[in-house]
């Protein structure tokens, strides 16, 4: 599987398993020898959960204002997770709009059904619609 495929799915679980403050550290370094990922995908991993950590206040406006009759409180914690790293990727500088959006979708069908998948894909594709957002956000990778 391509490093970046696994470094993302390895993103997902752990902000999934680690909201808020907990130390990601050791749930990367857990996943990624649970999952097989190569350091490639690890380091990419790492990038992904430090952004969005960061940006996470940047990427909820973003979210809410792209997400039509649902809050972020109302979205299930596993689609907003998804919403939340390809909104990341999606910054100026990242992955390719269709890339990110594509790799959202896949994550979605994965990990939380058909209609999740459509609710994301959705929900990105009003994102990518709108302006890049925060000029000062730092794209992943860097």
Do not use: C, H
């Amino acid at each position: 599987m391509n490093p970046r495929r696994q470094g993302r799915e390895l993103a997902l679980r752990v902000l999934f398993a680690a909201p808020g403050g907990q130390d990601p550290d050791r749930q990367l370094a857990y996943g990624a020898a649970e999952m097989g990922v190569g350091t490639r995908g690890e380091r990419f991993a790492a990038l992904l959960v430090a952004g969005v950590r960061r940006e996470q206040p940047a990427i909820d406006r973003r979210l809410a204002a792209a997400s039509r009759n649902w809050t972020l409180d109302q979205m299930g914690e596993v689609e907003r997770t998804i919403l939340r790293l390809a909104a990341y990727e999606m910054g100026p500088g990242g992955t390719p709009v269709r890339v990110a959006i594509n790799e959202a979708v896949e994550l979605a069908k994965a990990y939380a059904g058909p209609e999740a998948a459509q609710f994301v894909n959705g929900v990105l594709g009003r994102l990518a619609a709108e302006p890049a957002g925060e000029p000062d956000a730092d794209p992943p990778g860097r």
